[in-house]
Structures are given as C-alpha cells and as structure tokens.
C-alpha cells in the first residue's frame, strides 16, 4: 500500500510533535550557502530480520520468539565536502514518511511490558521495564565550526578545527537511544512504541511515535513514522538511515547492558579527523565511531517479568516471506524496497513442532424444542506467551457443525436483508454499510495482544451462484478491523449446518465468539426431537498440523413426548346450498408437535368442483414449473419456521389430468423466496380421487417436502384458498357436514382432524327432474317378446340434486331374469369385474361440472338378502352401472314387484348436477323385460318417484310410455 501522509491519522499532540524533530547535534552555527546539483532520492538497503542472540543468525523455529527483529534502511548519499552543497541535497531529497510491513503472521505483543506514559516519555523517566529495544538514527549534518568538547570528554580541536575537520564540514552523526512500549492513544490505539532522541546527551529534538497498524488485505501489520523533520536549513540533520531493533524477550537479562543507555557519536567525516595535542600526539586519527556523549544503562530496576515474550514468528512454513519499507519524501518521492525474510533458510521450519489445540463450546446447553432460538458459539484456543513455549499455531480454518436437527429457522427470513460485498468491504478499511436488517448476531475475538477484544457484528451475506448461505463477520477495536467471509453449507437432506471461514488472519486469538440472536427471528431453530444433541468445531492451522476437532452437546428437554394433533378449519365464502362459491381450508401445526408429512383430505357429500372448460397444467409444464393461469384453481398460502412469526409464503395450486389413479390432479406451486434467499419452486402433486360410490372428493397429497435448500421448512400452517370463480360448488343439502382428514407426522404420528361447515338454504332451491321412457325394438312390441326399455332424465343445475329415484314400469311388462345370458356373481361386481355376458344394458350420463358425458354397460347381478337367521336367501337381480369417463361412478339399482308392477330403485345418487341421464335396458334375444301383451295396443304408463337432497320430494307422476308400434312412411 502506499503510505501518503493524508491517509494518516492525525496526530493530537502539539504541533512541535506533529513535526517532530528526530535529532540535531550539538548547537550548529552554520550559514545558509547556494545549492549545488542533487542526486536522486534512493532507497541504498533495507533489511528486517528476526535474529538469535549473535545478532545475525536467522531465528528459523516456526512459532518461536525471536532474540531479536531487527529493522534496518539508509538512503543514497553522494557525499560532498563542499559547503556550497546542502545535506539535503546530498541524497536527493528529505523523509517525510516511514512505512515498514512486516510479513503475516510476525507479530509483537505490547502487552508483554509495562506501558510508559506520554510525561515519562519526555522526561526520560520510562520505567526499564517498558523497554522493548533501541533506535539508532544516522544524520548527515554540517558539523561545528568551533572548539567543542564533548559533554564529559576532552576538547576534540583547537578554535577553528572541530574534530580536526576544516571549518563547514560534513559528517555523519550517529544517535543511540532506547525505544519504549506507549500508552496507546486515539490516534494510536493499536500499538505505539516511541524514542525521546534527548535521552543522548547533547542531542536535540522531540519524542518520535512509531505507530502500528493492520493491513486490510491480508491483516499483516505494519509500522509508520510520520512528519518526519524536514530539513530546510543547513542547521537541521538530515535523516539517511536507521536501526530498528527490538527484543525479543525484553525483560531477559541479557539485555540488561542497554536499559536506559543512549550515546550520541560522530560516525564518520568527509575529511580524517585528528586528536588533538596534548596528551596525544599530534596527528593522531580520531577512531570512528567516536563517542560524543553517552547515558549509562539504568539496569534491570523494577522489571519482574523475564520471561514474557515480545515476539512471536509467523506459524506458518511456506518459504521466505517478505518485508517492505516505503519510504516518501518531501519532494514527492516514493519509494519502496523488499527483503526476502529467511532466504538462507528458505523460511520458518519446524512447523510440525508448533503447537495446536482448540475446544468448541455450545452455549445453550439446554433448550426449548422446535423454537427460534438463541446461540452462541465458542471457540478457544489456548495461548503461550512464555518465551520458553513456542506460541500456538495461528487458526487457518474454522470448520463448525451444529448438533443434528439445530437448523437454519425459516422464521428468520421475516424483513431480512443481505450485505452485499460492497457493502461489507473486505480488504478495506471503508466503513461497512451492511443493512440493519442483515445482522443476524454478536461476535468478539480474544487476544494476547490486545488489552480487550474486538466486537463487531454477524451479517447474512448476499448469495452467490454456488455460495448461497454466506455469513459476514467483523471484529473492530483497537483502530483495526477483522473482516471474515464463512460459507454456510446445510446438509441436503437433513439440513444439519455447517459454517466454515477459510483463510483466516495469521494473527493470535484465545477465544473466537459467535453469538446469534434469539427472538421470534433468530436464525437458529432448535431441534425438533428430544434428548441430547451433538456439535462439533474442526479447527486446522497455519502450520499445517493435524486440525483439532472437538464436541460440544445441547440438550433439548422439557418435551413430555412426541405429540402430534394438528388442526383442521375451514371456511366458506357463502354457506347457501347448491351454489358455487370460495372456500379455504387450513391446516395447523402447533411448535413442538411432529414435523406435518402426509396429508389427505375429503369434502362431504354433495361439495363438487366444476371441471368443465378448464384447460389442466400438461406433464411438460409441471416439469417446467410453469402452469397456465387459464390452470388454476387455488391460492396455496403456507406459514413455515417456527416461534410467533413463522414466515409466509404464496402460490398457486392448478388443475392437472388424473395423477396416481385419481380422476384429476392438482399441484401446488410455490416460489420460496426467503428474505435473501431465491430457492426455487416448491412443487407438490395431488391426487383428487372420486368415491365412486358417493363421488364425494378426496385429495391425497404426495408427502410434503421437508426440507428445501438445506432449510428444514417445519411447516405451521398449510391454506388452500379455493378461489376459482364458478369452480367449487357446494352441496344442494343443508346441516353441518365435515371435512375429514387424515393427517401424518415425520415420526409416524397420525391424525384425523375434522373441519364442521354448515350449509342452509336448501329449502328455496325448486326440484323439477324431468324423466322420459321408452319401449324400443318395434319386433318385440308384442306379447312375449322383449323390448328395449329406455329411460331418460333430464334436470337443471339450479335444482336440489337427486338423491333416489324409483320407476314402476307397467303391467304390460315383466321382468324375465332367466333370459339373461349370464348373471354376475355379487362378488365380482363388488369387485368391478362383472363377465360381459352380464351386460344387459348401457348408460350415459352428462353433467355440468364434466366436459364429456359418462358411459356405462350396465351389469345384470344376482340378488341376495341375508335373513335375520343368517342365511343367504335370493331375491331379484340387481342393477350394476359403472359410469366412466372423466370420472367414476358406481351406480346401484335394486328391482322389485310391487303390485304386479317391476319397480326399479336407484336408492342413493350422488349429489351431482346432473343435466341428462339415460339408462337403456336392451332387448331382443336375452333382453330381461318381457312384453306380457301386446305394447302397440295398450297404453302404457310408469310411475316415477324422484327424491332430493335437500329434502324436497317430487310428485309421484304417471308417465306416459313411447313405443317404436308406428311404421314408417313411404315417400
């Protein structure tokens, strides 16, 4: 990154600090001269190593703590020993900014000392104890052009040749002072080690902060000093390189010597400076480096711990890192070096020794089943700081499993939003502007580094092609900001969830917390089963170790069994008899009850749906889940998830041909957007069967799905609206009848609920059916032949449906059962499979609520009674009339004598619209109605008896009987 000085926070102390003044020698009394040609502004070395104790030896132990790091940079200088040219212009230009990053992975920990305040800092008073290393500073400066003795020492030169250097000389001045671990400030929150360059007698200038930061990339850290001083005359020392180094273990012993100690000493000249004379001998070389001034060390006072380790190396073993210095100056420069760390090496080694456990921790131990719920999700990895302890290997990846059946709650969708990537800013330091409504918990992060953790929030991520469920989590403090991006993967089938954050920050951490809300939007649902439940956490390393996985279990208890008892309502638009109109129909689950599976439905008597002119949803376009409206039947309405506010969502339910046996078909369509969340369609076939003996409607639904997109959708409520216009028809009866149901659970529960609807206003509907017969076959007209008997009857919809009928045909006819061809066992038209030899008759019957009529052979089957005694005895053949088509319906008709009369009884129709039904019994060779005189002279007439069901009873008439006597005109 490029380090401009806008991007740096600004300092809050005063201004002399904010352009802070890294050294001057002793007073300089050098006049301003004309500038000569300047070089370029070059970066000459940089290095940052960490070390062992000999100060050169790589330190190569993964994890290990370093005797030292040692950050270590000059600039070019062409030196000149002309006056006539300026330090400044000797290495082309001045510092402003120092930018030093370190690799991922190394890093200090300041809380490993004592912390200097700002007022020690100044006074040279920092306790030893908050010692972490020492400076030097290398200034290019004019040297004095008078006699001076160096505080302490002897006089160096005679008047007019300091350190025997003509007068406007140039050297190199070199400052040694200790660095201090700070008191952290607003502008510094992180980490803040500072040096005062007066603590080197003689020296002049103000205290210096290098202040941490945290790259947003790759959360490595790295070091700046900012408004570095900028030397404008040839009085100010200009800055052309440092030594950074820091301990390692800063209260060890070894280190004692340099407590406190701070030297100021010429290190070089452009001319070979000379002692002066006597007690030397004249001429005598001055040695460089020679020491102008020095403090001695304060020793070891105060400092308890020795053992507290400042440095730790990166955990990871992936070949030579890399250290950048950036370097800006104030004439616009902008430079940058890199040094391969460990090249001799080719890296940290060792991995395999660095140590790595984790436990995963649950905190609801116990809960409430089937509910939103609360969670928080621990991890804790213990941490060494010890130097004698290699520290803990730094967390690559988090993997954790929720207990089985702790499932993402379909309630949390309820007003919930996404952070979109932009948004969230991983790899920045922008503001996150994630939507209110897409934090979903609470997270803090632990570490040995910092006096208190980081928090921050969780967010639901925007979803991504093959990355729906994602969390966003950041960690913020401290003037830093942790960003991670996990993946949510539910199982497919069971919904079981796992979270995993790939790629995490090679930084230390003793507890990583996830705490998910609770409420009636929690994302988190308990588990809908009893009993103790068990998670897990995979945590696997930088280093490359064996991942450690431990459990962690939650028990899910108060549950007093495995009930089951869901409810059935219902509603209607309008309850007036024998008119079409809506009705809705809901089933309800309480929380905590099974899992709702199988489901199936029957209408009372009488409750049709009008089939006619709809064109059904085709194979190919329930495959493409895409019905036509011109389909549709029903608004389908479900609530799923589980707590106070399970979330809703609406579709459609269309007409389809017949599906699994049954006459017609449906299916219910229902886009799942959830918040966020687009998870297709949900799709459930019906089958609407039709009692064939009642034509009563019965929908029998495939198993309910339970699980859509790894989301376990615990369904609460299930409506169906039934809302087509002119669709759904209700009974031409009156009372309270039933909608019955059998319904099934995820674990076998079973249940029937009912649903009472009332009906009333049958009385106003009229009862008119019309009925028309017929002797046909005009050979068999005469005494002992066998006519065709053909009987039509005819109805408005308008009308009370039929529910009996009963012909008495006349005297002149007989029924001759033992001219059939065959009878068909009783049995074997129960069982629908009458021989054709039984076939007496055909049938036809149209209504208004089918599209084509309904045909039928009509079955001629023996009769049977069973006698209060138990005995099987025979009585007169019935009727068997299995009408088809569209739909099934089995009709029965019983024959009897009375008076001399055959009398055929149809007792119980179903109660459908019908418009026109014709029974035709053939005759002929084995036709059963016998002629017993000749039909062409005798009028013959019926009785016809018909009966409603709204109670009504049509007037017994006497009809009139047509015959096929008349022979045809010749034309």
């Known amino acids: 990154m490029h380090p401009h000085r806008s991007t740096q926070p600004r300092s809050s102390r005063p201004a002399r600090r904010r352009r802070a003044a890294l050294i001057a020698g002793a007073a300089l009394g050098v006049t301003l001269v004309t500038a000569g040609a300047a070089q ?113 020492g002897t006089p160096l030169a005679g008047p007019g040749s300091p350190f025997g250097i003509p007068a406007g000389g140039k050297g190199t001045l070199r400052v040694k002072v200790g660095l201090y671990n700070m008191e952290t400030t607003a502008d510094a929150p992180l980490a803040r080690f500072s040096f005062n360059p007066k603590q080197a007698p003689g020296a002049t200038g103000e205290p210096v902060d290098i202040v941490g930061h945290m790259r947003p990339d790759d959360n490595g850290l790295y070091f700046v000093i900012s408004n570095v001083s900028n030397p404008t005359t040839p009085a100010t020392p200009t800055l052309t390189g440092s030594t950074l180094t820091f301990w390692g273990t800063p209260g060890a012993a070894s280190h004692n010597s340099e407590r406190g100690a701070a030297t100021l000493a010429l290190a070089e000249s452009d001319t070979t400076p000379t002692l002066p004379s006597p007690p030397y001998p004249a001429g005598t070389p001055l040695p460089l480096p020679y020491t102008l001034a020095s403090r001695a060390a304060t020793g070891a006072t105060g400092i308890t711990d020795t053992t507290s380790a400042f440095l730790r190396s990166p955990t990871s073993c992936t070949g030579p890192s890399t250290a950048t210095l950036t370097l800006d100056s104030y004439q616009g420069d902008h430079k940058t070096a890199d040094f391969a760390v460990g090249a001799s090496t080719n890296g ?85 502007a994630c939507p209110a ?17 980081l928090t921050g929030s969780v967010h639901v991520g925007q979803p991504l092609s093959g990355n729906r469920y994602r969390l966003f989590v950041n960690a913020d403090g401290h003037g830093i900001s942790i960003r991670l991006k996990g993946t949510v993967t539910p199982d497919p089938v069971t919904g079981q969830v796992s979270a995993v954050f790939d790629d995490n920050p090679q930084l230390p951490f003793s507890r990583f917390r996830l705490d998910f809300d609770g409420g009636a939007r929690a994302i988190i649902a308990s588990p809908q089963a009893c009993g103790t439940a068990t998670g897990s956490g995979t945590l696997s390393s930088w280093s490359g170790g064996a991942a450690s996985a ?38 309800g689950r309480p929380d905590g009850d099974q899992f709702l599976s199988g489901l199936k439905a029957t209408l009372p008597a009488g409750m049709t749906a009008r089939i ?108 169906l609206d039934v809302n087509r216009a002119d669709f759904l028809r209700n009974p031409t009866s009156c009372g309270t009848a039933n909608i019955t149901s059998t319904l099934t659970g995820i674990a076998g529960g079973i249940a029937s609920p009912s649903a009472p609807v009332a009906f009333s206003g049958c009385q106003t509907l009229p009862f008119r059916p019309k009925i ?120 029965r008709a019983v024959t009897s004598v ?58 017994t008439r006497s009809t009139r009987i047509g015959t096929a006597c008349k022979v045809a005109k010749k034309k």
């Open 612 to 719: 006619k002119g709809i064109t059904p949803c085709s194979e190919a376009q329930i495959g493409a889940e895409s019905c036509p409206d011109a389909a549709r039947i029903a608004t389908v309405r479900v609530q799923a998830g589980p707590g106070s506010a399970p979330y809703a969502l609406t579709g459609s339910a269309y007409l389809t041909n017949g599906y699994k046996g049954g006459a017609f078909g449906s299916v219910a369509i229902i886009h799942a957007v959830a918040g966020p969340y687009d998870l297709g369609n949900v799709v459930v076939r019906q089958a609407l069967r039709i009692d064939p003996k009642t034509a009563q409607v019965t929908v029998d639904s495939d198993p309910l799905p339970q699980i859509k997109e790894g989301i376990v959708l615990r369904l609460r409520n299930l409506t």
């Open 40 to 152: 370029a502004y070059e970066i000459d070395n940089f290095s940052a190593n960490i070390v062992k104790a000999d100060g050169t030896t790589f330190e190569s132990q993964a994890g290990g703590h370093p005797y030292q790091g040692i950050i270590s940079f000059d600039t070019k200088v062409t030196k000149s020993a002309s006056p006539a040219v300026l330090p400044v212009q000797e290495n082309g230009g001045a510092t402003s900014t120092i930018r030093t990053d370190t690799p991922p992975g190394l890093v200090p920990n300041p809380q490993a000392t004592p912390k200097c305040a700002e007022a020690d800092l100044e006074a040279n008073s920092c306790a030893p104890a908050s010692q972490i290393g020492t400076v030097v500073l290398r200034l290019r400066t004019f040297l004095p052009t008078a006699a001076t003795t160096p505080p302490g």
């Open 348 to 432: 940290l080694q060792g991995c395999d020794q660095v140590p790595f456990a984790s436990t995963t921790t649950f905190d609801a131990s116990s809960m409430q089943r089937d509910a939103p719920t609360p969670l928080g999700v621990q991890l804790d990895v213990p941490q060494s700081t010890d130097t004698g302890t290699l520290g803990t290997a730094d967390v690559k990846r988090v993997a954790v499993t929720l207990p089985p059946g702790m499932t993402i709650s379909p309630s949390a969708a309820n007003g919930l939003e996404a952070c979109t990537d932009d948004q969230f800013h991983k790899g920045t330091t922008d503001a996150i």
């Open 772 to 891: 028309a017969l017929a002797f046909g076959n005009r050979s068999q007209m005469k005494k002992g032949g066998h006519p065709q008997v053909k009987a039509t009857v005819t109805q408005f919809e308008s009308e009370a449906g039929i529910k009996s009928a009963e012909v008495a045909l006349p005297k002149q006819v007989a029924l001759q059962a033992s001219n059939a061809q065959s009878l068909c066992e009783k049995a074997d038209a129960a069982k629908d499979a009458c021989p054709k030899t039984s076939i007496v008759g055909s049938a036809t019957a149209e209504t208004t609520i089918l599209n084509r009529k309904l045909f039928a052979p009509i079955y001629f089957v023996k009769g049977t009674r069973r006698t209060a005694a138990g005995k099987e005895v025979p009585t007169l053949p019935t009727l068997y009339i299995p009408l088809d088509g569209e739909a099934r319906v089995n009709l």
């Open 898 to 955: 009375s008076r001399d009369r055959l009398v055929t009884t149809f007792p119980s129709i179903p109660d459908q619209p019908i418009k026109n039904f014709a029974i035709t019994i053939d005759g002929g060779k084995h036709g059963i109605i016998a002629a017993t005189r000749d039909l062409c002279t005798a009028k013959a007439k019926a009785s016809t008896r018909f009966g409603s069901w709204s109670g009504k009873k049509a007037p």
């Open 437 to 453: 409504a897409s934090r979903i918990g609470a997270t803090s992060i632990t570490s040995p580094l910092l006096d208190s953790p």
């Open 550 to 587: 431990t459990s962690s279990s939650v028990d899910v208890v108060a549950c007093g069994g495995n009930p089951f008892g869901p409810s059935l309502t219902a509603a209607l638009a309008t309850p007036q008899s024998g008119k079409y109109a809506p009705a809705t129909v809901t089933l």
